[in-house]
Structures are given as structure tokens and as C-alpha cells.
T-cell receptor
Framework: DGGITQSPKYLFRKEGQNVTLSCEQN?????MYWYRQDPGQGLRLIYY???????QKGDIAEGYSVSREKKESFPLTVTSAQKNPTAFYLC??????????FGPGTRLTVL | RKEVEQDPGPFNVPEGATVAFNCTYS??????FFWYRQDCRKEPKLLMS???SGNEDGRFTAQLNRASQYISLLIRDSKLSDSATYLC???????????FGSGTRLQVQP
């Protein structure tokens, strides 16, 4: 099956911990994106990558880091510097520009 | 001012009704627009793309008015399964990332 997968579905983090969220796609898309959604709000862009080995900050990149070593993979690390990490994290991919398709998301909760 | 603004609703309508949502955008350079549907605690799924003046797909019609900078979504003959949050989205120039509105919640009642 072609698509985007994210893992884990639910993640719990203790104060001061770094955690990494996985995002994999087998759609052969060049571009990948990470968004964050808080209750009752729209999605906000954290980081995006339009090509392997290159990525750019989005609107709320502070406290997050990413890598893009392979076309299929775009992991997101939520560092201890992110003060309010509890949210729904969504990964998306697309061909160059245009329609984006989303993975099922990861719900992160800080304990 | 938010770049993409929507009425949060909720819109409560009976089955079979016609309902319309509007969305305004502030960036006149935005190239393309989309409506995504999001069910509770799920990921957004593409409903329709709106590239030029509008688009129609079955019971759904999307219109774009560049002069007034708004996009609309019309749903005819509402079904219970249409109950969801509808996200208005613009695609800007440059970074090619999407800008999302906060969503309009629709509840179709029997």
C-alpha cells in the first residue's frame, strides 16, 4: 500500500526528555512537512523539506529539530526546549508544491 | 489578522439541507486553495482543490473569488456522514507550504 505512516500513534514524554516522532512515505514525494495542531486550532507549520538533505524552518520551529537523510523519511525531534509540546503532530508529503497528503498523526502528551 | 479565517461554527443542519461555508484569506499572492475534511482526532483529508474560479465534485461545490479574497464551500443534500470539521487552506508562493484556517465544524442531524 502506498501512503504515509507515522509512529507511534501515542507518545508520552517526561519533562526534560527529547523524543523523536517517525514519518515515512512510499509515495516517492520530494517534499515533506511537519505540522502541529492544538485543540480548536488550525495546523501550524514546524519544518519542511523540499529535497533530501535540505530542510527549512516553518512558523514555529523553536524547540524542534528534523533531518532528511532519505527521501522516504523525515523524523521530528521534540526537544526539552519546547515548552508546550503537548499537541497532535501531523506529517505530510507532496510532489513539488501542490496537494499534500497527511499521515495519521502522533498525539504527544507531556507528563 | 489571521492569514486564513473561518467561522468556527458549529453549523447544525438537518439531513438533506444545503449548507455553505465561507473562508477569507489575506495574502493576495496565494496561488491555490483547498478544502480539507478532518474527522475528530484524525488527520485532514483532501476534499477539493480550488485552482481557478471554482470546482464541483458531486454534492460539493467550491468557489473562489480573488477580487474579494474569499473561498466558499457548498454542500448539497447533507448526509450524516458529512459531519466533520472543514479546513480552508491556502498554498502560498515561495516555500510551498499550506496555511490552514482553524476550521468550521459541521454537524448534520437526523
Amino acid at each position: 500500500d502506498g501512503g504515509i505512516t507515522q509512529s507511534p500513534k501515542y507518545l508520552f514524554r517526561k519533562e526534560g526528555q527529547n523524543v523523536t516522532l517517525s514519518c515515512e512515505q512510499n509515495l516517492n514525494h520530494d517534499a515533506m512537512y511537519w505540522y502541529r495542531q492544538d485543540p480548536g486550532q488550525g495546523l501550524r507549520l514546524i519544518y519542511y523539506s523540499q529535497i533530501v538533505n535540505d530542510f527549512q524552518k516553518g512558523d514555529i520551529a523553536e524547540g524542534y529539530s528534523v533531518s532528511r537523510e532519505k527521501k522516504e523519511s523525515f523524523p521530528l525531534t521534540v526537544t526539552s526546549a519546547q515548552k508546550n509540546p503537548t499537541a497532535f503532530y501531523l506529517c505530510a508529503s507532496s510532489t513539488t508544491g501542490d496537494t499534500q497528503y497527511f499521515g495519521p498523526g502522533t498525539r504527544l502528551t507531556v507528563l | 489578522r489571521k492569514e486564513v479565517e473561518q467561522d468556527p461554527g458549529p453549523f447544525n443542519v438537518p439531513e438533506g439541507a444545503t449548507v455553505a461555508f465561507n473562508c477569507t484569506y489575506s495574502n493576495s499572492a496565494s496561488q491555490s486553495f483547498f478544502w480539507y475534511r478532518q474527522d475528530c482526532r484524525k488527520e485532514p483529508k483532501l476534499l477539493m482543490s480550488v485552482y481557478s474560479s471554482g470546482n464541483e465534485d458531486g454534492r460539493f461545490t467550491a468557489q473562489l473569488n480573488r477580487a474579494s479574497q474569499y473561498i466558499s464551500l457548498l454542500i448539497r443534500d447533507s448526509k450524516l456522514s458529512d459531519s466533520a470539521t472543514y479546513l480552508c487552506v491556502s498554498l502560498g508562493t515561495g516555500r510551498r507550504a499550506l496555511t490552514f484556517g482553524s476550521g468550521t465544524r459541521l454537524q448534520v442531524q437526523p
